[in-house]
T-cell receptor, first 116, second 114 residues
Framework: DARVTQTPRDKVTEMGQEVTMRCQPI?????VFWYRQTMMQGLELLAY????????DSGMPKDRFSAEMPDATLATLKIQPSEPRDSAVYFC??????????????FGEGSRLTVL | GQQVMQIPQYQHVQEGEDFTTYCNSS?????IQWYKQRPGGHPVFLIQ?????EVKKQKRLTFQFGEAKKNSSLHITATQTTDVGTYFC??????????????FGQGTILTVHP
């Protein structure tokens, strides 16, 4: 079965360290989303790409977060420097979207980040 | 910006009781999707509604999309312990600038007591 793969599954780091999360979307999907999930904020959209082009990263703190898609098989989300408030589960999801509609999204297992 | 609100935030039911969660958008949607997330898991797609007034059923689950395409509901008949989880709605804003941006509601956490 095709699935979205995320690494690492769990990451514990100290404040100030750089964190990189990786996502391999399902082959053939043209859109990749990064969401952050916390108890307080639910599922927040951080950034998303369509055909590898960044479309919207308004949900992402620009001073410390960056998202890239160097090729069709890899999306990355980087936090530098990390802070305790970044502790959350980060989900990558891929799907096929048209100009106005998004199809079914397939989520990865998530990367649980703890910043001490 | 677009906001998608869900109520209630929590719902506790006895097994066999019905359950409903409601989703409201601040803007007109081109489509709405529903996802289920089991505790410790990831969101899993349930269904997509596209047409105004659309109603779809999946066994004990009934999904509705409002006439104005700004609200939706998920109703579960005779809940079972396997229905436990968080139910999310997610919508794409109607209009030419959305480019498929999918915004999630806060989710409704359902617990079912046997």
């Amino acid at each position: 079965d095709a699935r979205v793969t995320q690494t690492p599954r769990d990451k514990v780091t100290e404040m100030g360290q750089e964190v990189t999360m990786r996502c391999q979307p399902i082959l053939g999907h043209n859109t990749v989303f990064w969401y952050r999930q916390t108890m307080m904020q639910g599922l927040e959209l951080l950034a998303y790409f369509r055909n590898r082009a960044p479309l919207d990263d308004s949900g992402m703190p620009k001073d410390r977060f960056s998202a890239e898609m160097p090729d069709a098989t890899l999306a990355t989300l980087k936090i530098q420097p990390s802070e305790p408030r970044d502790s959350a589960v980060y989900f990558c999801a891929s799907g096929h979207t048209g100009e106005f509609n998004t199809g079914e999204l397939f989520f990865g297992e998530g990367s649980r980040l703890t910043v001490l | 910006g677009q906001q998608v609100m869900q109520i209630p935030q929590y719902q506790h039911v006895q097994e066999g009781e019905d359950f409903t969660t409601y989703c409201n958008s601040s803007t007109t949607l081109s489509n709405i999707q529903w996802y289920k997330q089991r505790p410790g898991g990831h969101p899993v797609f349930l269904i997509q509604l596209v047409k105004s007034g659309e109603v779809k059923k999946q066994k004990r689950l009934t999904f509705q999309f409002g006439e104005a395409k700004k609200n939706s509901s998920l109703h579960i008949t005779a809940t079972q312990t396997t229905d436990v989880g968080t139910y999310f709605c997610a919508g794409t804003n109607a209009g030419g600038t959305s480019y498929g941006k999918l915004t999630f509601g806060q989710g409704t956490i359902l617990t079912v007591h046997p």
